[in-house]
Nanobody
């Protein structure tokens, strides 16, 4: 059974940092990444990384503040979030697939989500 389990969310003040983790079980994935969904908004792409870590991509609003990485030995993807802003408040979802997950057609698995709240 394929599972993606996120952890690391929480409440932080603006300017603070959080590190999200997503552990995959049941299979390995070539592409891993993160989406987020704020209240009343559509789920949006945040970041993605290829299996060999040579390719990464970020939504413009997080470039320079967020860093995605992965540990293939642990089948885990991370999202280091620095200089957090209230606009980053959302439920963050881990996503995985065999193709580039910036294209949602390639996403085969989703995590259950972890809440990130940034206070001003």
């Amino acid at each position: 059974q394929v599972q993606l389990v996120e952890s690391g969310g929480g409440l932080v003040q603006a300017g603070g940092s959080l590190r999200l983790s997503c552990a995959a079980s049941g299979r390995t994935f070539r592409y891993l990444g993160w989406f987020r969904q704020a209240p009343g908004k559509e789920r949006e792409f945040v970041a993605a990384i290829s299996w060999n870590t040579r390719s990464t991509s970020y939504v413009d609003s997080v470039k320079g503040r967020f860093t995605i990485s992965r540990d293939n030995a642990k089948n885990t993807v991370y999202l280091q979030m620095n200089s957090l802003k209230p606009d980053d408040t959302a439920v963050y979802y881990c996503a995985a697939g065999a193709g580039w997950i910036g294209n949602r057609d390639f996403i085969s698995s989703w995590g259950q989500g972890t809440q990130v709240t940034v206070s001003s």
